[in-house]
């Protein structure tokens, strides 16, 4: 695994798809927050967590799907990242 970038704040994203019977990607609207819009389930890592475990965590928390996971690999990008219900 190649580490991920350095900075003040990591944050992580699922792009989660449903392979069959045909593809689809997971998004959902916070009941509580529609000003947030149509996201994909995303959010910080806790300090010494595995970035990886982070996104399956955070798909957790906010659809309730658990279970395996089989992923396509990790890739890092770096530079700002918007805030829990912030647009971009």
Known sequence: MTSPPTGPRLRVAAQVIRRHPSPALLVFDHAGL???GTQVPAGGVAPGEDPERAVLREVAEETGLTGPASSGGSRWT???????????
């Open 78 to 88: 770096s530079g700002p990242t918007p805030g829990p219900g912030s647009p971009g």
């Open 34 to 36: 529609p000003e947030a």
